[in-house]
């Protein structure tokens, strides 16, 4: 009894010490702090919740070709190249007309003066939208307004702006990875719709307003910078840089529907300024021009139609199959029939880089600044069989030496 007695004075004595030096601390004072919320498990279940709610939909199949029966180009090291800047994405937006024939003069720039430049694609893309948006002020609403152009386009905005090298403007803010133009482009459509609307046709106070946005989006495009350890305005970087006759090249085409051996306008939506500075002729002679350029070391920026059974990004390959129409029966009237019902298209731009002849066809290297091109393993690259670019692909752009003896025919 007496050692219990100890025991618990002891532990009384302990337990009065403890609170008496708890009461002698300062108090704590709780602070506070910014979290991001969270809230998992209800996460889950609102996800759940939409997923079982959301109306069930069939899967969407596109008909393809069957591609497992031939032999088809595998890899870019296939071809004869010319030279040519990596292949980039032009993310979302309708620049493929800028990509690839910026591409196209960036390799003249090393076939002529064997430089390598990297140029600007943005720079060319925010002036072409200023005379499009022009155009439709003066037109009174009456002229396309969109995000596609045409090859010959930096021909007419480098005559009046000049260009600049890629690092000087790039049109994109830190951090952004991708073009992203559709929210810009909603933007100034909508802003042109609404002078249309309320017959507003002040054309330097719209101009403003459309720079305005594009500034946003975009940044301004720079009046100087320095290139290689010299200051430079867009213009003496054309002049003393670039240094190409813009005069010596042309565009090509070829369609039943205008007369031949004549300069015609090429009636696409994309061509919103009218140009009649293409040269109609022959279907054998806009093939033969372009077999015989890239054998002479050319390289051309094209354009047609990429919305073909046989075209497809993860095979990397564009063909004609025969269930559409066999090969010896591509000739000019197919080739119109499909552009005067629509089934043909100018919807896409790309850079002609490289060929191989394989089973006496020709086959194209082409670099494409588009998504599907980052599917298969070549990054960037699709391969073009002769067939399709005869059926498929409208009108191109070369320096008018590789075609010379067609241009002798022209009056």
């Known amino acids: 009894m007496k050692y219990l007695i100890i025991y618990c004075s002891f532990i009384i004595a302990i337990f009065s010490y403890q609170q008496q030096n708890i009461f002698a601390q300062s108090p704590i004072k709780d602070k506070g702090k910014f979290i991001t919320p969270k809230n998992e498990f209800w996460e889950e279940i609102k996800s759940s919740v939409e997923e079982f709610e959301a109306p069930k939909e069939n899967e969407q199949k596109t008909f393809k070709m069957d591609f497992s029966q031939y032999k088809l180009p595998k890899s870019v090291d296939e071809f004869t190249k010319f030279w040519h800047n990596e292949p980039i994405s032009q993310g979302w937006s309708g620049m493929c007309w800028n990509f690839c024939t910026t591409s196209f003069f960036e390799s003249e720039i090393n076939r002529i003066y064997g430089k390598k430049i990297k140029l600007s694609e943005l720079y060319n893309t925010y002036w072409e939208y200023i005379e499009k948006a022009r155009g439709f002020i003066q037109q009174r609403g009456n002229s396309v307004f969109g995000e596609g152009s045409q090859s010959n386009a930096l021909i007419r905005l480098w005559k009046k702006y000049g260009c600049v090298p890629a690092?000087?403007?790039?049109?994109?803010?830190?951090?952004?990875?991708?073009?992203?133009?559709?929210?810009?482009?909603?933007?100034?459509?909508?802003?042109?719709?609404?002078?249309?609307?309320?017959?507003?046709?002040?054309?330097?106070?719209?101009?403003?307003?459309?720079?305005?946005?594009?500034?946003?989006?975009?940044?301004?495009?720079?009046?100087?910078?320095?290139?290689?350890?010299?200051?430079?305005?867009?213009?003496?970087?054309?002049?003393?840089?670039?240094?190409?006759?813009?005069?010596?090249?042309?565009?090509?085409?070829?369609?039943?529907?205008?007369?031949?051996?004549?300069?015609?306008?090429?009636?696409?939506?994309?061509?919103?300024?009218?140009?009649?500075?293409?040269?109609?002729?022959?279907?054998?002679?806009?093939?033969?021009?372009?077999?015989?350029?890239?054998?002479?070391?050319?390289?051309?920026?094209?354009?047609?139609?990429?919305?073909?059974?046989?075209?497809?990004?993860?095979?990397?390959?564009?063909?004609?199959?025969?269930?559409?129409?066999?090969?010896?029966?591509?000739?000019?009237?197919?080739?119109?029939?499909?552009?005067?019902?629509?089934?043909?298209?100018?919807?896409?731009?790309?850079?002609?880089?490289?060929?191989?002849?394989?089973?006496?066809?020709?086959?194209?290297?082409?670099?494409?600044?588009?998504?599907?091109?980052?599917?298969?393993?070549?990054?960037?690259?699709?391969?073009?069989?002769?067939?399709?670019?005869?059926?498929?692909?409208?009108?191109?752009?070369?320096?008018?030496?590789?075609?010379?003896?067609?241009?002798?025919?022209?009056?």
């Open 167 to 411: 690092e000087a403007y790039t049109g994109m803010k830190e951090g952004q990875k991708f073009h992203a133009h559709e929210k810009m482009y909603n933007e100034m459509l909508t802003y042109l719709n609404s002078l249309k609307t309320n017959n507003a046709w002040n054309e330097e106070q719209a101009i403003e307003t459309i720079k305005s946005i594009l500034d946003y989006y975009l940044g301004k495009p720079p009046e100087s910078f320095e290139f290689e350890g010299k200051k430079m305005t867009p213009k003496d970087f054309f002049a003393n840089v670039v240094k190409l006759n813009l005069d010596d090249y042309v565009d090509i085409m070829s369609l039943m529907q205008e007369p031949y051996y004549k300069k015609v306008e090429y009636k696409v939506p994309d061509n919103w300024w009218h140009s009649t500075d293409y040269l109609n002729v022959p279907l054998d002679e806009f093939m033969n021009a372009i077999k015989n350029a890239v054998k002479k070391g050319y390289s051309l920026a094209i354009g047609g139609d990429v919305s073909e059974a046989g075209y497809d990004s993860h095979a990397e390959v564009a063909m004609v199959p025969s269930f559409d129409i066999p090969s010896e029966f591509i000739d000019e009237n197919a080739r119109q029939f499909r552009f005067s019902n629509g089934t043909t298209t100018d919807d896409h731009g790309i850079h002609i880089v490289g060929y191989k002849e394989q089973d006496g066809k020709f086959w194209f290297l082409i670099k494409d600044s588009g998504a599907g091109a980052r599917n298969g393993n070549n990054k960037g690259y699709y391969f073009f069989h002769e067939d399709y670019i005869k059926l498929k692909m409208m009108s191109f752009m070369i320096h008018k030496s590789a075609v010379a003896d067609i241009l002798k025919k022209f009056k």
